[in-house]
Nanobody, 125 residues
Framework: VQLQASGGGLVQAGGSLRLSCAAS????????MGWFRQAPGKEREFVAA????????IYADSVKGRFTISRDNAKNTVYLQMNNLKPEDTAVYYC???????????????????WGQGTLVTVSS
């Protein structure tokens, strides 16, 4: 499975961006999809995840109420709508896919099997 993330850029604090992640998977709807981010000098951290097969979504506390993960299974794409962006949201954002039939602990990066190349989001104050 190949993942291609896009949509990053420079935005002012309070602004919005929508990230996209296109997957090559033939059975995309089965995959749980996640977004992670890594800021300079920091470890990679969980942002949001969408369980496969119509499952639930989960979010990091730091983005709840501001970010929304969604997916279009017909387009093999997962999105991350980011609103009310803050300078601390600045990071490289990665999408990831989990091929397990029953997914759990989607906030843990080692649960994912495939990773995209990352897209840079910079939020200016």
């Amino acid at each position: 499975v190949q993942l291609q993330a896009s949509g990053g850029g420079l935005v002012q604090a309070g602004g919005s961006l929508r990230l996209s992640c296109a997957a090559s998977a033939r059975t995309f709807s089965r995959y749980s999809m996640g977004w992670f981010r890594q800021a300079p000098g920091k470890e990679r951290e969980f942002v949001a995840a969408s369980k496969g097969n119509g499952g639930s979504t989960i979010y990091a506390d730091s983005v709840k109420g501001r970010f929304t993960i969604s997916r279009d299974n017909a387009k093999n794409t997962v999105y991350l709508q980011m609103n009310n962006l803050k300078p601390e949201d600045t990071a490289v954002y990665y999408c990831a896919a989990d091929k397990r039939l029953i997914s759990s602990s989607l906030h843990l990066d080692y649960q994912y099997d495939y990773w995209g190349q990352g897209t840079l989001v910079t939020v200016s104050s």
